[in-house]
Nanobody, 113 residues
Framework: QVQFVESGGGLVQAGGSLRLTCSAS????????MAWYRQAPGKERERVAT??????TGYADSVKGRFTISRDATNTMYLQMNNLKPEDTAVYYC????????WGQGTQVTVSS
């Protein structure tokens, strides 16, 4: 079955940057519309960035201009996060859009003020 593995999270001060990485087994990332999601404590999971099969991208208003989604031929997807804010603190996940029922463990991003 498909498996997602997210990595690259950590603790960073406000204004800092992180790059998240997503790898998938039994799924070709380039051939599908993929997205990054996040879930903060006590909140629902939300989609923050999307990349369609043709390569066009879209972003939630809260991250537009700060986050960049990309993927490469090694079947890896990335989320470059710049100018991080405390409200970006969450567990970040990758999945298709619309999402499969299977989710990875996610990677924790914590932004201190």
């Amino acid at each position: 079955q498909v498996q997602f593995v997210e990595s690259g999270g950590g603790l960073v001060q406000a204004g800092g940057s992180l790059r998240l990485t997503c790898s998938a087994s039994k799924l070709t990332l380039i051939g599908n519309t993929m997205a990054w999601y996040r879930q903060a404590p006590g909140k629902e999971r939300e989609r923050v960035a999307t990349i369609v099969r043709g390569g066009d991208t879209g972003y939630a208003d809260s991250v537009k201009g700060r986050f960049t989604i990309s993927r490469d031929a090694t079947n890896t997807m990335y989320l470059q996060m710049n100018n991080l804010k405390p409200e970006d603190t969450a567990v970040y996940y990758c999945n298709q859009w619309p999402p499969l029922r299977i989710w990875g463990q996610g990677t924790q991003v914590t932004v201190s003020s």
